[in-house]
């Protein structure tokens, strides 16, 4: 890509992502009630799993570049995927120990040959405490609990998993056995602080600016970033439970056109609901993209005809702009300098003129009479466009009965020149 992708984009991309989530949870649920076993399903909506908890992954890391705020949102992903890693681990269980045994006496009992699972990566921990939950969960569950790495193995995944101040506080320590566990400690004790995170979730609600232009994409980010941090808090057992104090946390960033008309919604004698501010929140992102999306269509359509009508004028600019070639001679000056068109009567001039599409007001090109708006007949001497005086004046020219009258009164003053 030319350039990264917006942090909108990315975050609706994670939405989607993470609403397929929910789909596996389904589809576990109607697994569980049909009674029935079946490994084949089962390992097939594990490989789903891995390979969209990768693609989460991916998109968070493009996040976490760009916004440091992405924490709570991850920390309720991480969540989720513990939560279904886990249901998984026991639903195989169950199929292992309910599945009878077909092995006859004389029979070679062959070894279960390994599953193979689609690689996912553990998120690199820079020691900022905001995202220590997030990789201590990945972590965990990738690592620290697959039974099928030992202690060094597993040592060696922690140490390429982090830098900066944490890969400091282990740095000290050999890959051996021992020391694994040593380590694994050791950054628990330095950045498991459940207050801190907790009070850094409220202040990323607290200190997100005040929108001072209504926008599908500002309302959306503001309902994300409060819905995302207030589940972080409930997951971290610190829920916030107050209604006012949620409303009133909102309230503080929308502005003030918008708490007008949400105040007009509410209902009188009541206290309204952090829910009901939420849904009038929702309608209005929804509604405000609707009309946005309508008024680029209708900004392109007008561009496209402002293009289109704009043509001749872009031709006027194009023939200026080249050198100047006079239609009756092809000489390098204009025509009313030109002597051999002076020299034709006024109804050759007018014929000429026409021929090549020239005001019949300024001899200029472009433009018809009507539109002309030179003042050079005003200004400009007669001389320029007439006859030199001679000891005859001229006979004015037969109309032509073909021509309107308004077509003479500019060529009737250029009289033959000597």
């Given at each position: 890509m030319a350039q990264a992708e917006p942090i909108s984009t990315l975050r609706r991309r994670r939405g989607a992502l993470a609403r397929r989530l929910?789909?596996?949870?389904?589809?576990?649920?109607?697994?569980?009630?049909?009674?029935?076993?079946?490994?084949?399903?089962?390992?097939?909506?594990?490989s789903s799993f891995d390979e969209l908890w990768r693609r989460i992954l991916e998109v968070q890391e493009e996040l976490d570049v760009l916004d440091e705020g992405e924490d709570a949102r991850v920390d309720s992903l991480s969540q989720e995927h513990r939560e279904l890693d886990m249901r998984f681990l026991g639903l195989f269980e169950q199929i292992s120990a309910t599945t009878p045994s077909t092995t006859k006496i004389g029979e070679t009992c062959r070894k279960p040959e390994p599953t193979t699972v689609p690689e996912v990566r553990v998120p690199q921990f820079d020691g900022a405490l905001e995202n220590w939950t997030y990789f201590y969960d990945t972590f965990s569950s990738i690592v620290?609990?697959?039974?099928?790495?030992?202690?060094?193995?597993?040592?060696?995944?922690?140490?390429?998993?982090?830098?900066?101040?944490?890969?400091?506080?282990?740095?000290?320590?050999?890959?051996?056995?021992?020391?694994?566990?040593?380590?694994?400690?050791?950054?628990?004790?330095?950045?498991?602080?459940?207050?801190?995170?907790?009070?850094?979730?409220?202040?990323?609600?607290?200190?997100?600016?005040?929108?001072?232009?209504?926008?599908?994409?500002?309302?959306e980010d503001l309902l994300e970033t409060i819905s995302v941090n207030l589940k972080a808090l409930e997951h971290l057992k610190e829920p916030v439970t107050s209604n006012i104090a949620k409303i009133e946390l909102i309230a503080s960033k929308l502005p003030s056109?918008?708490?007008?008309?949400?105040?007009?919604?509410?209902?009188?004698?009541?206290?309204?609901?952090?829910?009901?501010?939420?849904?009038f929140l929702k309608t209005?992102?929804?509604?405000?993209?609707?009309?946005?999306?309508?008024?680029?269509?209708?900004?392109?359509?007008?561009?496209?005809?402002s293009q289109r009508t704009t043509i001749p004028h872009g031709r006027t600019l194009a023939t200026t702009s080249r050198t100047v070639v006079c239609p009756t001679c092809n000489g390098p000056h204009e025509i009313r300098h030109c002597k051999i068109f002076k020299a034709n009567s006024a109804t050759k001039r007018f014929q000429i003129v026409k021929k090549a599409s020239l005001c019949i007001n300024c001899l200029g090109t472009g433009h018809s009479p009507t539109q002309c708006t030179s003042e050079a007949r005003k200004s400009m001497p007669r001389t320029s466009h007439a006859q030199p005086r001679s000891r005859t004046p001229p006979?004015?020219?037969?109309?032509?009965?073909?021509?309107?009258?308004?077509?003479y009164p500019r060529l009737r003053q250029q009289g033959r020149s000597d």
């Open positions: 929910a789909t596996i949870r389904r589809e576990l649920d109607e697994y569980e009630a049909s009674g029935k076993a079946n490994r084949i399903f089962l390992a097939s909506c594990r620290d609990r697959n039974e099928g790495l030992t202690n060094v193995q597993k040592f060696q995944h922690l140490r390429s998993s982090i830098t900066g101040r944490a890969a400091q506080s282990i740095q000290s320590l050999e890959l051996t056995e021992a020391n694994y566990s040593i380590a694994l400690d050791t950054l628990k004790d330095k950045f498991n602080c459940p207050l801190q995170i907790c009070m850094r979730h409220w202040n990323l609600m607290r200190n997100y600016p005040e929108i001072k232009k209504e926008t599908p994409e500002a309302l056109s918008s708490l007008r008309k949400w105040q007009r919604t509410l209902p009188r004698q009541k206290v309204p609901s952090y829910q009901h501010l939420i849904d209005r992102a929804n509604g405000t993209q609707f009309l946005s999306k309508e008024k680029e269509l209708k900004g392109s359509t007008h561009k496209h005809h006979q004015p020219p037969r109309p032509s009965p073909n021509r309107g009258k308004t077509d």
